[in-house]
Each structure stands twice: as C-alpha cells, then as structure tokens.
C-alpha cells in the first residue's frame, strides 16, 4: 500500500522489551527498523521518508545484536538533508511529554555514508538538545537490542503528513518557542540565492531581495545562522515572505500567532509545494497567502532580461500587501 493512501496516524506509544533495531545498511538501501521480541517487523516503526514511501522492513540479522541497556525512545531516521531530518528524525519525539517513565536517550538510526554524528556537532545539535530535553543521542549503525524501547506512532511528516497530530504541534511549539526569545526585524525575506546547488535556487532572486529591500524587510538567509537564530528571527517576524523550502519547515513551528506569511512557490509538484502551505497553518495560527506565478517558470539567467512572470508576481505581491 502507498503511503499516501494511509492517514497519519493517531498518536500512540507502544513499549517493546527486548525490541532490535535494524539501521540502514548501504546493500539494503532505505530497509531498516524495529523488530519484536518474536523477531516480527513492527510497522509502527516505519518512517514514511519521501515521495509516499515508506522505509521497508528489516530481516533479524544474522549475526547477534550489539546490546543497548536501558531504556530509549525510538527517533526513527537520521537524515543529513536539514528538511527530512525536521520530517523525519524529530515527529517522534513527542512522546517525551507522555512517557509514563523517565527514558534514558533517543535512539536514532545513522546512515551508511552520511556523517549524521558531525552534522550533529556542528550544526544541528542545538535543535536536537532543545527538542530532544537534552537527552544524550545513541545513534543506531548496526543491529541492536534494546531492553526496552519507547516506540512513538510517527506525529508528522512529508506531504499529507504535514499538518501533524495534536500532540505533535502541541510539542514542537512547546519546546522550539521556550528557547530563543524573539529577536530582529518584523518584516523578514528569507531568500535561497546563496545556496550552494543552482538547481536549489530562485530564479531572478537579486530581484526580489531589492523589491522586499525596498518595501522595509531583512533579507536574511538561514544557512548562514545557527539554529537559534532562525528561531529568534522567525518568532520576532510579523510579516514573513520568501519561496518554500526547508526553512519554512523549521519556521512553521515557531511563527507568532497572527503573523503574515508569504508564500512563493518556486517547484513544479504542487503536492510538496502544498504540504509546506499545510504545515505552515497546521502548526501556527497565520495569516497565509501562496503566490504562483512562478510555478511554471523555466529558469533563464540571472542576468537576463525580466521574464513575464516575474513581473507578475510583483503585481501579486502589490496587490496582497508585501510589498
């Protein structure tokens, strides 16, 4: 069965004694994930990771499993790109609210050829300890058992997972708005220009960062701020504008409640652009307006002359109040 004929589930916690965790291995491509004390698959451990899918299940290994004592809460996949791992390796984290009993850590699978241990230290550890309760992070690379696992339904997630379970927002607002206080300017452009992969960026964005420049906003580009900053920025921010990507998964937690959102779709599956439009409203009460004029757009060079589209999405932009 696709995932995308499956609701997202509702919440629940399951404790397994004697659970194996199955990591991903590098001849078994996505396959991972928990097995029972009968060495059954336990499908609530699935992770539905991309393009209504969800990460197939595990075999019992054939050699004996490391052993983890104690008791840890099942994360789910590791990812390195920064928009799954908000999708994927924290929807389940939740539960920490609603264990009956302490946990001693977060169980995380790590994937062969993906270095999740260094993109923890240098970048996104600040939102794991602040997501996580400071909960020390055992990061799963080959078959473990586990005394006993806490083993959380998955509380959000890509596509018409995007909106989350009540518990899930409730947490992840909880948690990300009682770090960093508000801090920097009310009207925010959160602009991709500077990343790396060409294919990543927004057509003409030079431009836009001179219209919103102009009409009293901060171009602000999340790459080159910490994970705190982007909170404080985000929370601080009454009117928000910018094309979708990764930094309105993380901003959608944490938007004020009442604060004008632009959206501007820069992709041609307007199922991924939607979900972040769900997430966004699922997870704080905003003001959303989607923009779409270039959402059919064939990238020209930066330097050429302004396509038709563009100027329509002045035009949207004027009419809506941004700028």
């Avoid at 589930?9 to 491509?29: F, K, Y």
């Avoid at 590791?78 to 302490?102: C, I, K, M, N």
């Avoid at 960026?201 to 080159?224: D, S």
């Amino acid at each position: 069965m696709r995932a995308d004929a499956c609701p997202l589930p509702d919440a629940r916690i399951d404790m397994v004694a004697d659970a194996i965790l199955v990591p991903p291995q590098a001849e078994t491509g996505m396959t991972c994930g928990v097995l029972g004390p009968d060495g059954n698959a336990l499908a609530a451990a699935r992770t539905y990771y991309s393009d209504a899918r969800f990460t197939p299940d595990p075999t019992p290994p054939d050699a004996p499993p490391a052993h983890l004592h104690g008791r840890w809460l099942f994360a789910g996949m590791g990812r390195y790109h920064f928009g799954h791992f908000l999708l994927e390796s924290t929807p389940r984290l939740w539960a920490l609210d609603h264990v009956a009993t302490p946990v001693d850590g977060i169980a995380l699978f790590s994937r062969p050829g993906r270095d999740i241990a260094a993109v923890l230290r240098r970048r996104l550890g600040p939102l794991m300890a602040q997501l996580g309760q400071n909960l020390p992070i055992h990061l799963i690379e080959h078959p473990t058992r586990v005394d006993e696992l806490v083993l959380p339904s998955q509380g959000f997630g890509h596509l018409h997972w995007s909106h989350g379970t009540p518990e899930a927002r409730a947490y992840m607002r909880r948690h990300l708005c009682a770090g960093p206080v508000p801090e920097g300017p009310e009207r925010i452009y959160i602009s991709r220009r500077r990343l790396k992969d060409p294919i990543k960026q927004v057509p003409h964005e030079r431009l836009l960062e001179r219209w919103t420049t102009k009409a009293g906003y901060q171009v602000i580009h999340p790459e080159r701020l910490t994970i705190p900053e982007q909170i404080a920025a985000y929370r601080a921010a009454k009117v928000i504008l910018g094309p979708d990507g990764s930094a309105f998964h993380l901003a959608a937690f944490v938007f004020s409640p009442g604060a004008k959102v632009g959206l501007i779709q820069r992709r041609t599956r307007q199922d991924v652009f939607d979900a972040i439009a769900q997430q966004i409203t699922g997870f704080s009460d905003v003001d959303l307006t989607s923009f779409a004029a270039l959402s059919d757009y064939a990238p020209t060079a930066e330097d050429g002359p302004r396509p038709p589209q563009m100027l329509g999405l002045r035009a949207d932009l004027q009419a809506a109040g941004f700028i």
